[in-house]
């Protein structure tokens, strides 16, 4: 169906027209897939006679007409007037139809299309058109298949725009204060990257200097760590994200503990990892899917991250490792891995049999602390810190699919997780969950680390702390919330509405809360997340907004802006709702103290 005849049809004339009777009702949402008229079908080659044409014409209209009056007799006058106006229609839909495309029609009555049909004949011949124009072909008339792959393909430029039409009512990245993944680089590294979508980084013989940028981005990484081992023999590796790492991470903790246990003739059976219940989820997927016990250490208000000493009353000889979070999803704080580890030195004193080791999730944190609290100890430079996983794609500043796994020593990897393959040409270690993977991330992340270098990752993180200082001043500001985020930790500003107090200081409820602000600045464009604290704390709502590196001061100006006005709606509605009523009632239903006698009450509907 071409679009220029496309476009003569309403949803009205559709179904009144072209399907009198309504047997072919659609969904008014999709009124580009509903039963079209009888020009939707094209044939190539030499114009039609007038002859032709008109003869055409008049078998469609017949058999319009003829439609119409087999499926109700007794209206014969009225069929006649509607095959009439079809035929009027058809030769009208027929000429622009034409001119458009320069395309002759055929015409042979009504075609009804049904959801995921296959392109029909007319439009196979348009396949390979160079100069075919996307939306007068007749694809656009067909709603792309979602359950079936189609029999026959489409115009690269069809399927390109089928799918850029699904993606319209997606929100914009850069808006989306609730993630931490990269969401802008540069257009060099992007260049990098698409030279790369063809390479898989495992073929080790076939791509060498692939596999020498990933070796060397591990000992960059492992240095930024104070790793102790010589540079050129750190034990790393690249990952899909922070939560095939942190699989590694785990599982390499895990078989430490069973070997240990079996050496000394000790059951294996029932490991348990202590950790806070502010980890993210991919600690509780590890946990469920390697038969890990989890000693969660609770939270409370006031206090969202695990301590030495409660993690100490969760410690026993079946504990594999403990887990301190460098940058919180819930709120961005730092936990004490200081603490951690000198806690760590006392138990494993207490019992020198159980050897329990340290993992920092850095997966926020790995590329902010080494730039913006440098005297900050929390890596290998910490006795009891075995392995670190960091998310490049976070504040390493590559997009999505990056993450890295680094381990204090080659002894802290057990050797039967260590995989050796020849079947790529040469003798080659793996240390991942996944096998094939596209270079192009561990490009990316080479790139990044020569292009800011330590300097330009020092500047990038203070210009992000200070914006998120600004942020968390302009909502201070508004009167309305408390800011939960610590200074120390991932640029972000985590918040929440303050209690609200009535004239007397009474605690009195809000008629809007948390999520209703999320809610109103979507309209806006923001992605402003609201959800609760972690078990222990769920009672606690809050909102957060992550500082990435392409949010300047400017966009961040907007979103203060927007906040307030959120604000400003949802107080006028407070204000003319029913609950806000009822507290104006109940305020004035009050008992009140006279004047003249204290101790007299008097209930009233007005100020004494």
């Given at each position: 169906m071409f679009g220029a005849t496309r476009s003569l049809f309403t949803l009205d004339t559709m179904l009144t027209d072209s399907d009198p009777s309504g047997a072919f009702a659609c969904d008014p949402l999709f009124v580009t897939a509903v039963s079209l008229p009888a020009c939707s079908r094209i044939t190539r080659g030499d114009k039609p006679s007038s002859t032709n044409t008109s003869e055409s014409l008049r078998d469609s209209s017949s058999m319009a007409m003829k439609a119409t009056s087999a499926d109700s007799p007794s209206a014969d006058a009225a069929n006649a007037s509607t095959g009439s106006a079809q035929a009027a229609h058809l030769v009208n839909?027929?000429?622009?139809?034409?001119?458009?495309?320069?395309?002759?029609?055929?015409?042979?009555?009504?075609r009804t299309l049904s959801f995921g049909d296959d392109a029909p004949d007319e439009l196979r011949d348009l396949e390979h058109a160079s100069g075919m124009h996307v939306f007068s072909a007749g694809y656009d008339v067909y709603a792309l298949p979602k359950h079936h792959m189609p029999r026959r393909g489409m115009p690269a430029a069809v399927a390109a725009q089928g799918i850029t039409d699904l993606r319209q009512l997606d929100h914009n990245p850069r808006l989306n204060m609730a993630s931490f993944v990269t969401t802008w680089m540069e257009p060099e590294v992007t260049a990098l990257m698409q030279d790369c979508l063809n390479v898989n980084i495992v073929d080790m013989d076939e791509y060498p200097s692939t596999t020498d940028i990933h070796n060397r981005c591990v000992s960059m990484l492992?240095?930024?760590?104070?790793?102790?081992?010589?540079?050129?023999?750190?034990?790393g590796s690249g990952t899909v994200g922070s939560s095939e790492a942190i699989m590694l991470a785990g599982l390499a903790m895990k078989k430490k503990w069973q070997?240990?246990?079996?050496?000394?003739?000790?059951?294996?059976?029932?490991?348990?990892?202590?950790?806070?219940?502010?980890?993210?989820?991919?600690?509780?997927?590890?946990?469920?899917?390697?038969?890990?016990?989890?000693?969660?250490?609770?939270?409370?208000?006031?206090?969202?991250?695990?301590?030495?000493?409660?993690?100490?009353?969760k410690i026993d000889e079946n504990t594999i490792g403990v887990v301190g979070i460098l940058g919180s999803t819930y709120n961005g704080e730092f936990e004490d891995i200081q603490g951690l580890n000198d806690m760590l030195e006392e138990v494993n004193k207490e019992h020198p049999d159980w050897q329990v080791p340290l993992h920092v999730d850095a997966a926020s944190g790995g590329f902010i602390a080494p730039f913006s609290f440098p005297d900050l100890a929390w890596d290998f430079r910490l006795k009891w810190v075995k392995s670190i996983n960091v998310s490049g794609h976070k504040y390493g500043?590559?997009?999505?699919?990056?993450?890295?796994?680094?381990?204090?020593?080659?002894?802290?990897?057990?050797?039967?997780?260590?995989?050796?393959?020849?079947?790529?040409?040469?003798?080659?270690?793996?240390?991942?969950?996944?096998?094939?993977?596209?270079?192009?991330?561990?490009?990316?992340?080479?790139?990044?680390?020569?292009?800011?270098?330590?300097?330009?990752?020092?500047?990038?993180?203070?210009?992000?702390?200070?914006?998120?200082?600004?942020?968390?001043?302009?909502?201070?500001?508004?009167?309305?919330?408390?800011?939960?985020?610590?200074?120390?930790?991932?640029?972000?500003?985590?918040f929440r509405l303050k209690q609200k107090m009535?004239?007397?200081?009474?605690?009195?409820?809000?008629g809007y809360d948390e999520y209703d602000v999320s809610d109103r600045l979507k309209e806006h464009g923001w992605v402003l997340p609201a959800y609760t604290m972690a078990p222990n704390a769920r009672h606690v709502k809050l909102l957060r907004a992550v500082i990435r590196v392409d949010h300047s001061m400017t966009l961040i100006e907007k979103l203060v802006g927007h906040i307030r006005d959120a604000l400003a709606v949802l107080h006028l509605h407070e204000a003319s709702s029913e609950a806000g009523f009822l507290a104006r009632q109940r305020k004035l239903l009050q008992p009140h103290r006279h004047d003249s006698n204290p101790n007299l009450q008097v209930k009233t509907t007005s100020q004494c």
């Open positions: 839909d027929k000429c622009i139809a034409e001119h458009a495309s320069g395309l002759p029609l055929n015409l042979e009555g009504i492992a240095q930024l760590y104070n790793c102790p081992t010589p540079l050129d023999k750190a034990v070997a240990r246990r079996k050496a000394a003739g000790l059951p294996a059976d029932k490991p348990n990892m202590v950790m806070s219940y502010a980890v993210q989820v991919c600690w509780e997927k590890f946990c469920r899917y390697w038969d890990v016990a989890e000693a969660y250490v609770p939270v409370e208000e006031g206090r969202y991250g695990i301590t030495p000493e409660l993690a100490r009353q500043l590559v997009y999505p699919g990056m993450g890295w796994v680094l381990w204090r020593e080659p002894g802290d990897v057990p050797e039967d997780m260590v995989f050796h393959l020849n079947y790529l040409g040469s003798d080659q270690a793996s240390i991942t969950l996944n096998f094939s993977r596209g270079a192009a991330n561990v490009v990316a992340q080479y790139y990044q680390l020569l292009r800011l270098g330590r300097d330009g990752y020092t500047s990038v993180m203070a210009n992000l702390a200070t914006i998120a200082r600004s942020l968390a001043d302009g909502i201070l500001a508004t009167g309305e919330f408390e800011v939960l985020s610590k200074p120390h930790g991932v640029p972000l500003v985590a009535d004239e007397d200081g009474n605690e009195v409820e809000r």
